[in-house]
């Protein structure tokens, strides 16, 4: 359902200038706890996540979800009129979220010097793929680039076959999660000095960090972590397992006592006393032996039985879903993980509930992504421009 509850950003100004999908996202973030969102779009070219993937009616579904909580405005920044229109939102807004290529927004004459001279206590947040400087930073970047890059595509998939890319925007995604941060730590700033900063974020980077201590294993120890599919080189038993009615099951040992509860669980409890079973590190020496044993167990029983099981044993075990199940599952159901919206296009419509639970200022879904320059007059007329001024920007090509 959607939320009329005010969040704790609640009288947070944020305008998205970005497309394509770790700046909108992070913009979403900072919408769906309260801050007034107003989305920039072409005039004629409209954000392209509206027509990315499946849609209902002529309508982009992606959209629904990465434009919620937004007030829609169409402008042409590189129009003298759309210029003056956005300098004369940003002398009142506290962010600005943009993914344009380095040098664009200067061009334009919208770089940081001419807003901050305007409005000095501004976060403008500038999201690329490989940042604001460095050899790369003018080439086009995507979130794919930083899966190869950063290692990632390196360390997924089998052994023997090729890197794997992920079938969604992972690396996006970590970065929207860490601009969202990186704007929060930005406003913190400003709570003691009263000015505004540039956030810097290259997307190849948050993927990085999340990938762990693999740059310090190979400094320390020339290690380069190899490719082994479900496996870890870190525990064991630790994989994907089919059961007697052909459903998949995701076992982990992380911790030496499930480790334990797993091989009495499996009825071969005299692996525990070998002495190689006490670190996961030297388990995983012994993985064809350790997922032979969970293997030949889960195989012979149905799914329903593997997780009573487990969950009897005090073990980790977790199904395999697709999203039809997801949309099912009893824990999710419970967590209010996702939500209905009543979109007047569409109908209701289920889609992710916001990041987190706040006991006393929750966030929450207020609507789903508007249609293109929904909210243009609006936005306009709370600036005080008049509806002459609105209509010659118009003809000039500025909305």
């Known amino acids: 359902?959607?939320?009329?509850?005010?969040?704790?950003?609640?009288?947070?100004k944020v305008i998205d200038l970005a497309t394509l999908f770790a700046g909108p996202l992070a913009a979403t973030m900072l919408g769906d706890f309260g801050a007034d969102v107003i989305k920039v779009e072409h005039p004629r070219r409209p954000d392209p996540s509206r027509g990315h993937?499946?849609?209902?009616?002529?309508?982009?579904?992606?959209w629904k979800l990465l434009g919620r909580n937004k007030r829609n405005l169409t402008l042409d920044l590189?129009?003298?009129?759309?210029?003056d229109v956005l300098l004369q939102l940003a002398a009142e807004t506290d962010v600005i979220v943009?993914?344009?290529?380095?040098?664009?927004?200067?061009?334009?004459?919208l770089g940081p010097e001419e807003?901050?001279?305007?409005?000095?206590?501004?976060?403008?947040?500038?999201?690329?793929?490989?940042?604001?400087?460095?050899?790369?930073?003018?080439?086009?970047?995507?979130?794919?680039?930083?899966?190869?890059?950063?290692?990632?595509?390196a360390i997924t998939g089998e052994p023997d076959g090729p890197p794997t890319l992920p079938p969604f925007g992972l690396a996006d995604s970590i970065a929207a999660l860490a601009t969202a941060y990186a704007?929060?730590?930005?406003?913190?700033?400003?709570?003691?000095?009263?000015?505004?900063?540039?956030?810097?974020?290259?997307?190849?980077?948050?993927?990085?960090?999340?990938?762990?201590?693999?740059?310090?294993?190979?400094?320390?120890?020339?290690?380069?972590?190899?490719?082994?599919?479900?496996?870890?080189?870190n525990n064991a038993p630790r994989n994907t397992y089919r059961t007697a009615d052909g459903h998949w099951v995701a076992v982990s040992t992380s911790a030496q006592s499930v480790a334990e509860r797993v091989m009495r669980l499996v009825g071969r409890p005299e692996l525990i006393d070998e002495p190689w079973?006490?670190?996961?590190?030297?388990?995983?020496?012994?993985?064809?032996?350790?997922?032979?044993?969970?293997?030949?167990?889960i195989s012979r029983?149905?799914?329903?039985?593997?997780?009573?099981?487990?969950?009897?044993?005090?073990?980790?075990?977790?199904?395999?879903?697709?999203?039809?199940?997801?949309?099912?599952?009893?824990?999710?159901?419970?967590?209010?993980?996702?939500?209905?919206?009543?979109?007047?296009?569409?109908?209701?419509?289920?889609?992710?509930?916001?990041?987190?639970?706040?006991?006393?200022?929750p966030g929450g879904i207020r609507w789903a992504g508007r249609p293109h320059g929904a909210d243009t007059e609006e936005i306009l007329a709370g600036l005080g421009l008049s509806e002459t001024r609105i209509a010659a920007l118009r003809d000039q090509g500025a909305l």
């Open 277 to 297: 079973f006490g670190s996961g590190t030297t388990r995983a020496e012994h993985t064809e032996e350790l997922d032979g044993a969970v293997g030949h167990w």
């Open 183 to 233: 704007v929060m730590a930005a406003l913190a700033g400003r709570e003691r000095t009263g000015e505004g900063q540039v956030v810097d974020l290259a997307i190849i980077e948050p993927i990085l960090t999340v990938l762990g201590p693999q740059p310090l294993w190979y400094d320390q120890l020339g290690y380069v972590q190899p490719r082994t599919g479900n496996r870890s080189r």
């Open 301 to 361: 029983h149905s799914r329903e039985e593997v997780l009573n099981g487990f969950e009897k044993a005090e073990a980790a075990v977790a199904p395999i879903h697709d999203v039809r199940e997801v949309m099912e599952d009893p824990q999710y159901r419970a967590l209010g993980t996702l939500a209905e919206v009543d979109d007047p296009e569409l109908g209701p419509l289920r889609m992710q509930n916001v990041l987190f639970r706040l006991s006393g200022t």
């Open 98 to 109: 943009e993914n344009f290529r380095p040098g664009t927004l200067e061009r334009w004459g």
């Open 78 to 83: 590189s129009a003298p009129g759309g210029r």
């Open 115 to 153: 807003l901050h001279a305007l409005n000095p206590r501004l976060v403008l947040a500038r999201v690329t793929g490989f940042g604001q400087f460095g050899p790369y930073a003018h080439r086009p970047g995507f979130g794919t680039l930083a899966e190869a890059m950063s290692g990632f595509a």
């Open 53 to 62: 993937g499946p849609a209902k009616d002529g309508i982009g579904l992606w």
């Open 1 to 12: 359902m959607t939320s009329t509850e005010a969040g704790p950003l609640t009288g947070l």
